[in-house]
């Protein structure tokens, strides 16, 4: 199990160990994102996620944010959460999204400055680490 920091408050939320596979697959999921999970994101402390960038991502004001990671960590509201690099850090806007019957999570409003001053590329995979909950979570993102 795992523990993270649940921001204002002093109490932790146990987020289960992730089941690892040998391999390293990608998934496309219906709304777009492509998520990678593999053996060292079981290494991170907190909950975490990696992003293949695509070009949309890359050069464009949107990512999409993976949904089940949405669901299970963060709250079902438009909330800013801020982004930490080594080149600083940024607020983005992360916005809910109803589709049919899903509700699926996007990183808009400040996402595009984060993604050019941080020169992000197509093909490049992002880990973002989640380091605070709460009303601003905190994401630090690395590149691998």
Request: contains cysteine; proline residues 3%; charged residues 30%.
């Given at each position: 199990m795992e523990t993270v920091d649940h921001g204002d408050s002093n109490q932790e939320i146990v987020a289960p160990q992730k089941e690892v596979e040998s391999h390293v697959p990608i998934e496309k999921t219906d709304n777009g994102y492509e998520s990678i999970e593999g053996p060292d994101l079981d290494s991170k402390k907190n909950p975490s996620f990696k992003i293949l960038l695509q070009q949309a991502y890359a050069k464009k004001g949107v990512m999409c944010f993976p949904t089940e990671f949405f669901h299970k960590h963060m709250k079902n509201k438009r909330q800013e959460v801020e982004m930490e690099t080594v080149e600083g850090v940024w607020t983005v806007s992360l916005l809910p999204h109803m589709k049919r019957t899903r509700t699926f999570a996007r990183l808009s409003k400040?996402?595009?400055?984060?993604?050019?001053?941080?020169?992000?590329?197509?093909?490049?995979?992002?880990?973002?680490?989640?380091?605070?909950?709460?009303?601003?979570?905190?994401?630090?993102?690395?590149?691998?």
């Open positions: 400040g996402w595009s400055e984060f993604a050019k001053a941080n020169h992000f590329k197509t093909g490049e995979t992002l880990v973002f680490e989640l380091t605070r909950k709460g009303d601003c979570p905190k994401f630090v993102i690395n590149r691998q």
